[in-house]
């Protein structure tokens, strides 16, 4: 079943060095499964991500030839339907809790706010829910995460915090752009697991936006290669290492290995046909 | 060339004591390249900062060249020791063009020639000369990160200090830039300390690695042991086993 499908999206910024593309025509579909959008800064993948939730401010302009989301039309859609859409049914990890909480407020309320203004829910029971959310996320002392500041808590914790509050409204695609990059390996292996245990449990889609190729291969199951705006590659993430297009060839190289001898590591030619185009 | 003997370095926070590190013990020798290793928190970090004189010392010692460090640590020491920071985006000043961070070094220090040493630093980290009166916010991150490294270099020191140099880097110029600290290591007959979260990052540059949680040393390892997963300690192991790098066969 197709939650989301996108034809031809182009995000153009008109700027007063004149038009600058920053997604030329991306076109893919998603069921309830794990999709990765892989490229580095300036791929357009953020970018993508965001003009599904249509979170793409003036000058900057989205056009599709088709955005529908589980048979609504997120190009038609009004600004208020599109708030219904946003958090409730459609939510967004970004990548760094610094800042994306808000540092004055504490963790408790912010968890809350949503299931007061929203949900109508009174104290006691917005609490509850947000301490299930918080255990949800394998957070062990969820009173002390509660009435903790954002920067009391580490990188690992408020990541947590962020997946726990995006979650909370039991939404049917989760965006996560850059989840763990600002994460430690150790617990990036967890709260990659939490969220592939919640999209599991929950039959949501997911929309796992990464630089990092070999992350999104282990944890996808689709891999979208994005380049200059471009998807230059679309792959089942299993066949990664059979990667044709030499961008993914490249980033696949360029990275050091355990092991690996210590000789100059392979950098990309930008020079090359692919790259100009 | 760097010996630390009993490091610890304890903050105070709200009355609170937090001890970042304890009672750890390194030495590199000349030319070598050691690597620190652990997740955020473990004191890697706290321990460059600690050899630069920018974090409380509680107790042990800290020597350069054979020699304890003074503090405050001086002119002396900025001369032999440099440090590149995590974040090239944090780390250089915004309203000072590339000019003026490279050539500051020079006027503190009353090194002459500003003129031509400024171009030849642009020239060693692969820079073009037209960026030398840009703004940091003017170039990339991996274009900042090599100003940064180049701003280490101004003084010509024996020692440096890189504090997760590439972590904020994309893959590719992640791999130029470290590309680049391995030509400038082999020229000039460097010491590298450097921290990182990725062990295939330490791998691909350092012989020693030491491993550190909570604050402690939990495993020195080389090279060799690293590649043949030689890990006697179960941290350094799940460290292993997360790497990105053992995510592919």
């Given at each position: 079943m197709t939650l989301l499908s996108v034809k031809d999206l182009r995000v153009t910024f008109d700027t007063e060095a004149g038009v600058v593309e920053a997604v030329r025509g991306v076109s893919f579909s998603l069921g309830r499964e794990r999709l990765g959008i892989v490229g580095e800064s300036g791929s357009g993948k953020t970018m993508t991500g965001r003009s599904v939730l249509r979170l793409i401010r003036p000058p900057g302009r989205i056009d599709a030839a088709e955005m529908v989301f589980d048979g609504q039309d997120l190009m038609k859609a009004s600004e208020r339907e599109m708030r219904a859409l946003r958090g409730q049914r459609i939510a967004m990890v970004m990548q760094d809790p610094k800042y994306s909480l808000n540092p004055v407020m504490q963790v408790g309320a912010q968890l809350m706010e949503g299931l007061r203004?929203?949900?109508?829910?009174?104290g006691a029971e917005a609490k509850k829910k947000a301490i299930a959310a918080l255990e949800a996320v394998q957070i062990r002392d969820p009173e002390r995460v509660m009435a903790?500041?954002?920067?009391?808590?580490?990188g690992g914790m408020g990541q947590r915090v962020m997946i726990a509050m995006m979650l909370i409204p039991n939404p049917d695609l989760l965006i996560a752009d850059e989840p763990t990059s600002a994460l430690d390996v150790t617990v990036q292996a967890e709260v990659l697991s939490i969220l592939d245990g919640l999209v599991r449990d929950r039959g949501m889609g997911l929309i796992f936006i990464s630089h990092d190729l070999r992350l999104v291969a282990r944890f996808c199951d689709r891999v979208l290669v994005m380049y200059k705006g471009k998807i230059v590659e679309e792959l089942a993430a299993r066949d990664l290492l059979a990667a044709k297009h030499p961008y993914t060839q490249g980033l696949l190289n360029c990275l050091p290995r355990i092991g690996g001898d210590r000789g100059p590591l392979p950098g990309l030619d930008r020079t090359a046909d692919w790259a100009r185009a | 060339m760097i010996g630390v003997r009993g490091l610890s370095v304890t903050f105070q926070s709200k009355g609170r004591e937090v001890r970042a590190v304890e009672d750890v013990s390194l030495s590199v020798a000349k030319g070598e390249s050691f690597g620190l290793v652990g997740e955020s928190g473990s004191g890697k970090s706290t321990i460059l900062r600690a050899i630069c004189g920018l974090a409380p010392v509680t107790a042990g010692e800290i020597e350069i060249g054979g020699a304890p460090v003074p503090t405050p640590r001086g002119k002396g020491f900025a001369e032999r020791v440099q440090m590149v920071f995590q974040d090239p985006y944090a780390s250089l000043h915004p309203r000072h063009t590339i000019d003026r961070t490279l050539s500051e070094p020079l006027a503190i220090h009353a090194v002459g020639d500003t003129d031509q040493r400024v171009m030849q630093a642009l020239a060693d980290v692969g820079l073009p000369t037209s960026f030398r009166f840009r703004y940091p916010h003017q170039l990339s991150g991996g274009q900042r990160q090599r100003v940064a490294i180049a701003r280490a270099l101004m003084l010509q020191p024996q020692v440096l200090l890189l504090d997760e140099p590439t972590s904020a880097l994309d893959a590719s110029v992640q791999a130029e830039t470290l590309n680049l600290l391995s030509r400038l290591r082999d020229e000039r007959g460097l010491t590298f300390l450097m921290v990182s979260h990725d062990l295939a990052v330490i791998d691909h540059m350092c012989d020693r690695v030491l491993v550190m949680q909570h604050g402690r040393a939990v495993e020195e390892m080389s090279r060799a042991d690293l590649a043949a997963a030689r890990m006697k300690t179960d941290y350094a192991r799940s460290l292993f086993e997360a790497s990105a790098d053992r995510m592919l066969g």
């Open positions: 203004q929203r949900d109508r829910l009174g903790a500041y954002p920067h009391e808590l580490s | -």
